[in-house]
């Protein structure tokens, strides 16, 4: 029988992933200052991926110590353009500026996964996929935060590819899970491993 599987995320898109791929979840929000955990990494010369890693092990390790027993998946993602991370707009400026900075460039969105038990950590992940966008008008920009509206300040790079935000890229590289902000195909690999889900 599968075993519930706890995230330690309040995020919407995550938790459809995983319902969607036919996983009994419970969603418990870790509660974690991701801000006051990143800020020591900054000039540590810790990688983006890293820093992905860190936070979900962090996360993970939260709830799985406040749910003994359980199975627990953290996740985060951080963008990186070269050593700088971007993190979610707070408004609308923000996202027109995230979006002026990344035109015409290539980013990686570095999605980190940790399963523990009990505080442990027993498997961790970061899956990288490399993203080009196009060059993109001003002009175009405000149009297009306009048509999309709040969802601009839902993720960290002001864009979601599952909507109209593939029309800002000319190239992708990766895995569309690990875009979405979970590298979803490893992380069922693992809970078979695990035995928590039927493999």
């Known amino acids: 029988m599968a075993e519930k599987i706890i995230l330690a995320s309040g995020s919407p898109y995550r938790k459809a992933m995983l319902v969607n791929a036919g996983l009994d979840i419970e969603a418990v929000p870790a509660e974690v200052d991701e801000r006051a955990l990143e800020a020591p990494l900054k000039d540590s010369g810790v990688s983006p991926e890293d820093v992905a890693s860190i936070l ?33 707009p707070a408004d609308m400026e923000s996202a027109r500026r995230h979006l002026l900075t990344l035109s015409g460039k290539t980013h990686q969105l570095n999605s980190g996964a ?3 038990r009990n505080g442990e950590v027993l498997w961790r ?12 008008d001003p002009a175009f920009i405000g149009r297009h935060l306009a048509r999309v ?26 895995d569309y899970f690990t875009i979405v902000g979970l590298p979803l195909l490893l992380v069922l690999q693992e809970l078979r491993a695990l035995g928590a889900i039927d493999g």
């Open 56 to 88: 979900a092990e962090a996360k993970a390790t939260e709830v799985s110590e406040r749910k003994p027993g359980s199975l627990v998946l953290g996740c985060d993602q951080t963008l990186s353009l070269g050593d700088e991370i971007f993190h979610k």
């Open 114 to 116: 940790v399963l523990c």
């Open 125 to 136: 992940h970061v899956g990288v996929a490399s993203l080009t966008m196009r060059k993109l």
């Open 149 to 174: 509206g709040a969802k601009a300040l839902s993720s960290v790079g002001a864009y979601q590819i599952e909507g109209e935000g593939i029309q800002l890229f000319e190239k992708i590289e990766g």
